[in-house]
């Protein structure tokens, strides 16, 4: 009986590493599909609201559509102007750090940094790279974002179809059983999202504010870094600040503001992170700060800085699915599949 047992758990952890490889080398395709998932949890309560109030559900989301089309051109447009005079400006960081040189040393002696590291051709290179790397990954969440908003409208059709065919294959008992699985998976996930999006708005335009006081440039592509780390839990908070802070030293230079600039962006987040988050959203997410890491880990390791962004949705779909199957067989499953 213990060798089955362990050999039962060898074959689920053989089959999460081939699950976890699948999902990493298909990427470019399975995170737009994952996103469209998500959309399809959260637009359905507002296709229920367009049938009660007889609205036709392709003018709700024809407009749904042009809104987010249009604010992800409008964002977009923002990031690409700043990058662009961020780009420009990399020969005046090197200028800015070599004025600075002196300050930059001692802070970096301080932390374990020779003055071979903190060469001022090493450290605008690094900032280069940050840019870039800022830069592509705008461009693939926009890009997966609209890739996904045309998969959801297909997904919305087999969503719907695919109550049909259960009921026709097991009856309504378990149609009944799969909405009450998919309504708890709408109902958490648009509290997360729901709470994520006001406080990481509300953090983002704190930030504004802080860096209009301290006259920063880049100010939009600061706003717009703040936002989207938000959403990564644990550490998205803090590395967004220290971007910006970066970013702030860079085109600034090094002085006295930079650390009142600092202790005025964590302030920020710690009042809407760690005061008005926790009670705004209470304890209803029923996840342990060690399953948030570990998800944060995983999804980080197997879709990088997307699926960070994506590791707690997911978790939590997989999580209320887990908690809800039922006596639902695997050939019953096929029957599906093929019906």
Do not use: C
Not at 41 to 63: C, D, E, H, N
Not at 290 to 301: R, T
């Amino acid at each position: 009986m213990q060798e089955n047992r362990l050999a039962n758990y060898s074959l689920i952890f053989i089959a999460l590493v081939l699950l976890a490889i699948v999902l990493q080398t298909f990427q470019s395709v399975l995170r737009p599909l994952a996103i469209a998932t998500l959309l399809v949890f959260m637009v359905t309560p507002l296709a229920r609201y367009s049938k009660q109030k007889k609205i036709p559900v392709w003018l709700t989301f024809s407009g749904l559509f042009l809104v987010v089309i249009l604010l992800l051109m409008l964002i977009s447009s923002f990031v690409v102007v700043e990058n662009l005079d961020l780009k420009n400006m990399i020969p005046q960081f090197q200028e800015k750090i070599s004025q600075s040189s002196g300050s930059i040393l001692a802070l970096g002696s301080k932390l374990g940094f020779g003055p071979d590291d903190m060469t001022p051709e090493k450290l605008s290179t690094l900032a280069a790279k940050g840019a870039k790397v800022v830069l592509q990954a705008a461009r693939t969440i926009f890009s997966e974002t609209l890739l996904a908003l045309i998969l959801l409208m297909f997904s919305i059709q087999s969503y719907a179809a695919l109550f049909r065919v259960i009921e026709k294959r097991f009856g309504k008992e378990e149609v009944t059983r799969l909405q009450t699985t998919f309504q708890k998976i709408e109902g958490d996930i648009l509290a997360y999202l729901g709470t994520k999006a006001a406080m990481s708005l509300g953090t983002a335009v704190g930030t504004v504010i802080v860096l209009l006081l301290f006259k920063s440039p880049f100010i939009y592509t600061s706003a717009l870094i703040i936002f989207v780390l938000n959403f990564i839990p644990v550490i998205g908070s803090m590395i967004a600040v220290i971007i910006v802070l970066i970013m702030y030293l860079l085109t600034v230079g090094v002085s006295a503001n930079a650390a009142w600039l600092f202790l005025s962006l964590m302030a920020v987040q710690t009042l809407f992170g760690s005061i008005l988050e926790p009670k705004i959203a209470g304890s209803r997410l029923n996840m342990s700060p060690v399953l948030i890491i570990l998800s944060l880990y995983v999804w980080g390791w197997i879709w990088g800085i997307i699926g960070m962004l994506l590791s707690v949705p997911l978790t939590i779909v997989i999580l209320i699915i887990l908690r809800h199957m039922g006596p639902m067989k695997t050939g019953d499953l096929e029957t599906v599949k093929t019906g």
